[in-house]
Nanobody
């Protein structure tokens, strides 16, 4: 069982930046592909970004390309989401998730961290 704890959310003005962190309890952290998702009020959960086990491959949703960067530090069991040029429509609860293998479904989820972007 992997426990994931997100941090770094908060209130920021449009155009600002935040960096989210997700710390994993699992020592075999490098065995997991990691992803970030978000859910805005009244909307379904949306994929944001993903990163492979080694960090060699990353994937971003079109809505965040050029603004958000996912990265990981396997020595620290942590995955990050650097968010720049934030927009009010980025306001959401952000979740990190972990999965084993190449399947689409993620196995473990964090509790989420709130990001609010004011206009």
């Amino acid at each position: 069982q992997v426990q994931l704890v997100e941090s770094g959310g908060g209130l920021v003005q449009a155009g600002g930046s935040l960096r989210l962190s997700c710390a994993a309890s699992e020592r075999a952290f490098s065995s997991y592909s990691m992803g970030w998702f978000r859910q805005a009020p009244g909307k379904g959960r949306e994929f944001v970004a993903a990163i492979s086990r080694t960090g060699g491959s990353t994937y971003n949703a079109d809505s965040v390309k050029g603004r958000f960067t996912i990265s990981r530090d396997n020595a620290k069991n942590t995955v990050y989401l650097q968010m720049n040029s934030l927009k009010p429509e980025d306001t959401a609860v952000y979740y990190c998730a972990a999965k084993v293998g190449a399947k689409d479904k993620y196995d473990y989820w964090g509790q989420g961290t709130q990001v609010t972007v004011s206009s």
